[in-house]
């Protein structure tokens, strides 16, 4: 460990990044009206990143504390990486709408065209030799020194839409809309896809018969929609040959040869996902408008999944390409609550709450064994295999006699993790690693957030008002065992970041250490190596370390003052208002280390950077 942080060190200390970025942002928008009811928008959106960047590794040498060459060559000379990133966006939509009321007849049409065009553009550059530090240049480095790479990308797409809406005296409600989309990701001949939708509702308490006059809205409706998605990098139904660069050349007869891959298998049957919501909702006012309520219940099926395909022959020497197999569903619903009234003249308030859940599912997956390292119909997404936590070996005799872990780790010692054996067979594995045959592994999380709700109060008191907004969720699993800076010293000591909770690690009954023996921790004994022998506790997902990411959080207050017209009538002043706003202001949680906001990920930092308390004051002022 330590000679390895002896070595980049230095090379930290010496490394300098350079980052310049220009931006342009055009949004112009037109609306003429040519006929009465008729108006024509005209929005062009444009959008250029240009960014400079360089990279500078000034001399270096990496010495070990005795002085000796590390293992880690030097940097002998200054290294200069220079490059130049653009990005065009360009994007005009035109759209015509036209609304039209005839004796409680209501209607509505558009129809619009929308195109966008990306273009992007990387020129970069490397020398390991510069000849002076004085002049940070390409022009101070040999020429047969220098690499050279540039990068290119373009993607497109057209979009034709038009809807049609109706009311009848906002008792039926019916509404049409189509759209054909045109994607250049995908081959031609399959670049363009249609999607059309369907809705409608029905106001019953719009009717005579209807007999709870206490009861303004009751409305049912109703919706069947498709949009696409092309989601997916471009250039996929070209077979490309990669050829490198001259830094990775390899050495044939004394000299430097260029080569070339073989190229990758194509998706030329790729195209677009489908994706289908049926939707079905009830709306109700009541009593004077002051109650409200509104219910969702909606699927959304995610058809033609763009995912790699069946797997393919290990021989190959290939993976499969790109192809749209499979059905993904999520299903779920929404719940909101209302209460707005008026005390006296006064006094105004009003509460609101949302309560959602959904779930997430395969319908669909050509996966006939049901293997567990693919998707399989019937599988929740979300769902996290891994083993379960048995127990410490508290003793060699236990250690001696264990189950065949081997498995999971080659050996294990006082302080390691025992497994459980689920199917009695006296050994820890994945069986065949297919549904019902999972050996000792099992469904021990899944991390989708249940059950999200919210609540939002507000009101006026005189010239005072408030509003208060309360989020949070309600049930969701988190595998923290899965982020190794999570495990603290386990991580060695290059990576490890070490907090009190990480002190709960396992120590026998004889141990020397200050801390004492702590035969019930929450950690197992950790090793100073990444990941080493941390393989017999880390190597798979655990229950032990299943974390509840369920939380509550008071996300805003505010407060605010307006002054009375009557005081600012004389100095030509229309609104005067004093407010201030705390945000973040409580929490609670019982997941360790990590903000259930922010986790990170992928690897991740051993703690999650919090969301900040924010306390602040302000005035609106107006003439």
Do not use: C
């Amino acid at each position: 460990g330590e000679p390895l942080i002896q070595a980049f060190y230095p090379r930290w200390a010496n490394e300098r990044y350079k980052t310049e970025t220009n931006q342009i942002v055009l949004s112009p928008r037109a609306i003429i009206e040519p006929i009465k009811d008729l108006k024509v928008n005209l929005q062009l959106n444009y959008r250029r990143n240009d960014n400079q960047e360089s990279v500078t590794l000034l001399t270096t040498s990496f010495l070990n504390p005795d002085q000796s060459v590390a293992f880690v060559r030097n940097q002998e000379q200054t290294v200069y990486a220079p490059s130049l990133i653009t990005n065009e966006y360009f994007s005009p939509n035109l759209f015509a709408d036209y609304t039209k009321t005839w004796r409680g007849h209501n209607f509505n049409a558009l129809v619009g065209y929308q195109s966008e065009v990306n273009e992007f553009q990387s020129l970069g550059a490397r020398t390991d030799f510069l000849i002076t530090d004085n002049v940070i240049s390409l022009t101070s480095s040999l020429d047969d020194d220098q690499i050279v790479s540039e990068g290119l990308s373009h993607w497109a797409t057209q979009s034709l839409f038009g809807r049609l809406r109706y009311n009848y005296k906002e008792k039926y409600l019916f509404e049409i809309s189509y759209r054909a989309d045109g994607s250049s990701r995908f081959e031609p001949g399959r670049r363009w896809a249609r999607f059309p939708s369907y809705s409608a509702g029905y106001n019953i308490a719009r009717e005579e018969f209807w007999p709870f006059k206490s009861i303004s809205t009751f409305k049912l409706r109703g919706s069947q929609g498709t949009l696409g998605s092309q989601n997916v990098a471009a250039n996929q139904f070209l077979s490309l040959i990669n050829v490198n660069s001259p830094g990775t050349a390899y050495l044939f007869n004394g000299g430097q040869q260029l080569f070339a891959d073989l190229p990758g298998l194509e998706s030329e049957s790729l195209t677009w996902e489908t994706i289908k919501t049926l939707d079905f909702g009830l709306d109700i006012n009541a009593l004077d408008n002051k109650l409200g309520l509104v219910f969702d219940w909606y699927r959304t099926d995610t058809e033609g999944v763009q995912a790699q395909g069946a797997d393919l022959p290990a021989v190959l020497g290939d993976t499969a390409p790109l192809t749209n197999i499979g059905v993904a569903r999520v299903e779920g619903w929404e719940f909101e609550l209302s209460w707005r009234q008026n005390i006296g003249s006064d006094f105004s308030y009003f509460v609101r709450g949302v309560l959602s859940d959904f779930k997430r599912t395969w319908v669909e997956y050509p996966n006939e064994t049901n293997l567990l390292n693919q998707p399989f119909a019937g599988q929740d997404i979300g769902d996290v295999w891994g083993l379960t936590w048995d127990g410490w070996f508290q003793t060699q005799e236990e250690v001696d006699n264990r189950l065949d872990q081997s498995f999971v780790a080659g050996n294990f010692t006082i302080g390691d993790t025992k497994y459980a054996d689920l199917n009695g067979d006296g050994v820890i594995d994945r069986g065949t690693n297919t549904l019902g045959d999972s050996g000792d592994f099992s469904v021990i999380a899944n991390e989708t957030p249940r059950y999200q709700y919210s609540v939002t109060l507000g009101g006026n008191w005189k010239a005072f008002d408030f509003n208060v907004f309360v989020q949070g969720v309600g049930k969701r699993d988190f595998v923290a065992s899965t982020h190794q800076r999570f495990r603290g010293p386990a991580q060695g000591p290059f990576h490890a970041m070490v907090f009190e909770e990480h002190l709960d690690y396992y120590r026998p009954e004889d141990t020397t250490s200050p801390l004492g023996p702590n035969t019930d921790a929450y950690f197992p004994k950790p090793y100073a190596a990444n990941p080493g022998n941390n393989r017999r506790n880390y190597n798979f997902a655990v229950d032990r370390y299943v974390q509840d990411a369920s939380y509550i959080r008071l996300k805003s207050v505010q407060l605010g003052y307006t002054i009375p017209n009557r005081y600012l009538e004389k100095f030509g002043i229309r609104n005067f208002r004093i407010y201030a706003t705390g945000e973040n202001l409580f929490f609670k949680s019982d997941l360790l280390f990590y903000d259930p906001e922010t986790i990170p990920s992928g690897f991740g930092n051993a703690q999650s950077y919090p969301l900040s308390r924010i306390i602040s004051t302000g005035i609106n002022l107006s003439f």
